[in-house]
C-alpha cells in the first residue's frame, strides 16, 4: 500500500499561472483533506471531504479550489497563483469514524514567484 | 471556536534531560486531544492521543481540563526525538482536527 500519494512533489509558479495537485489514497478511507504549512503559522486546512460528493471550506479556503474526482482522489487547485501561496501542501485522509487519525502524504513544496 | 496554542516554536534540550512541549486549547466542549509528530524526511503521524493514556516512545501526555491543557513529557530526551510535533484538537461536530502552530524539538548531543 502507497497510502496517501501527492504530485507534483516540488513546483514553481508565476504569479497569475494556475494548478492542480493531485492526491490520491488507497486506504479505502471516506475523508481527504488539504493542509497548507507555513513557518510560525503550523497546519491549516484549506478544505476537507467528508465523503465522496461533499466538499467543505477549512480555516484558509480563499483563492483555492478542490475537486472530489472519487472516493481514492482529491484534487486542488490554485487558479491564479499568488505569492501568499508558497508553502508547503500536505493531503490526509482518515476513516470517516476516526477523523482525528489522519494519513499524511510527502506535501508538495509550492513556490509563486 | 476552538483553538490550540503552543507557545514555543522551538525547544532545545540535551540528551538525557526532561521534555515538555506544551499545548493549551480552547474549547467550550469536552475536547479529544492528540499529539501529531513528523520526524525528518518523515510524514506527518499520529503520536498519541489522549483517550487511550498510553505512552508511546517514551512520551505521555495528560489532558488537565481544568487548566485546558494536553502538555506532552518524556523524562529523558532522546537524540531520536528531534522532530516537529503538532498539538491537535479534535471537537467531533466539525468533523476535522485543529492544529496548533508546531514545537521543533531539538536534542542535543
Partial sequence: NAGVTQTPKFQVLKTGQSMTLQCAQDMNHNSMYWYRQDPGMGLRLIYYSASEGTTDKGEVPNGYNVSRLNKREFSLRLESAAPSQTSVYFCASSDRDRVYEQYFGPGTRLTVT | ?109
Fill in chain 2, 1 to 109: 471556536a476552538q483553538r490550540v496554542t503552543q507557545p514555543e516554536k522551538l525547544l532545545s534540550v540535551f540528551k538525557g534531560a526532561p521534555v515538555e512541549l506544551k499545548c493549551n486549547y480552547s474549547y467550550s466542549g469536552s475536547p479529544e486531544l492528540f499529539w501529531y509528530v513528523q520526524y525528518s524526511r518523515q510524514r506527518l503521524q499520529l503520536l498519541l492521543r489522549h483517550i487511550s493514556r498510553e505512552s508511546i516512545k517514551g512520551f505521555t501526555a495528560d489532558l488537565n481540563k481544568g487548566e485546558t491543557s494536553f502538555h506532552l513529557k518524556k523524562p529523558f530526551a532522546q537524540e531520536e526525538d528531534s522532530a516537529m510535533y503538532y498539538c491537535a484538537l479534535f471537537t467531533g461536530g466539525g468533523n476535522k482536527l485543529t492544529f496548533g502552530t508546531g514545537t521543533q524539538l531539538k536534542v542535543e548531543l
